[in-house]
């Protein structure tokens, strides 16, 4: 990988870099409605394994496309036995990948207590082998409880890789941080991850350091690169309570003052460079 940029006394945005490196696929989010070739909205109640609080609902109240954004709107509202609807989308069997850059622009609501938002990928084999044997890649959460604890809830963030053979010999590496600006300030950041055969790394904002860096060539049933060299789909949704904030019950949220709260999303795109990786997208699989 070639270094990050500078240019004088400022740094240029450019980690990662992308020299090679060209546009396979977007989503700008254009039009009035989600492009349902790309994406998937989902339906489920289950708390994800994680104990959510919300039920994911396929509603343009909870999931939208409005002025050139994907809009996800979590709402205090009672659902089959929830206290809170919310959206959750993917493109698993829609758009899959191995390697290269992913990035996603993103406006952040003001998490508080409670609200957990959440920019991912998981492996494509996730319905033959199951979690956490098809990997998954966190590449952006917020919300968790040491940022509840610390009120640091509007800086402190993480990226995060899962994998193993089963749920109960799950392993996992975290980086987090705790930002020197808000990511929940009313404006848009950009989160990036680099995919190579080597290495994972994520990006906040185009800085130069990468607040979680893998090495995923280690190999053996239990090593993490025996679950990140295969396709990849993305996923974005706005998780209300669970056990990442360690919030379990609907009185705790002190998020959504006034009744919802929106994750707005940009852009998301994926680049390649065929050169490093020879890996190819795959669309409407």
């Known amino acids: 990988m070639l270094p990050c940029l500078a240019f004088g006394t400022a740094a240029f945005a450019a980690c990662p870099d992308k020299t090679g490196y060209e546009l396979v696929w977007e989503d700008n989010f254009d039009g009035d409605a989600l492009n349902r070739d790309y994406w998937n909205v989902e339906v489920n109640g289950s708390g994800c394994g994680n104990a959510e609080l919300q039920y994911y609902i396929d509603d343009k109240a909870n999931v939208d496309v409005r002025d050139g954004n994907l809009v996800i709107t979590a709402r205090r509202r009672d659902y089959e036995g929830k206290s809170f609807t919310s959206g959750r989308i993917n493109t698993l069997g829609k758009v899959g ?4 850059i992913v990035e996603a622009r993103i406006k952040f609501p003001k998490t508080a207590d409670g609200l957990w938002p959440a920019f ?5 084999d996730i319905k033959e082998n199951g979690w956490p044997r098809c990997g998954e890649t966190d590449i952006l959460e917020m919300g968790h409880a040491d940022g509840i604890k610390s009120n640091e809830q509007e800086r402190l963030f993480n990226g ?3 994998w193993g053979v ?8 975290v980086g987090d941080r705790t930002n020197s600006y808000s990511l929940q300030d009313g404006e848009y950041h950009v989160f990036s991850l680099l995919w190579t055969e080597d290495r994972i790394e994520m990006y906040v904002d185009g800085g130069e350091s990468p607040y979680l860096s893998v090495d995923i060539s280690a190999s053996g049933e239990n090593g993490v690169g025996a679950y990140f060299h295969k396709d990849n789909f993305i996923l974005f949704n706005l998780a209300v309570g669970g056990n990442f904030p360690g919030i379990h019950s609907a009185d705790g949220i002190t998020a959504m003052p006034g009744g919802s709260a929106e994750m707005l999303v940009d852009y998301v795109r994926v680049y390649q460079n065929k050169m490093v990786d020879g890996s190819e997208l795959s669309l409407n699989k």
């Open 120 to 124: 991912w990928m998981m492996g494509d």
């Open 160 to 162: 995060a890789l899962h």
């Open 166 to 173: 089963s749920p109960d010999k799950h392993r996992q590496t």
């Open 97 to 100: 990948f191995t390697y290269g």
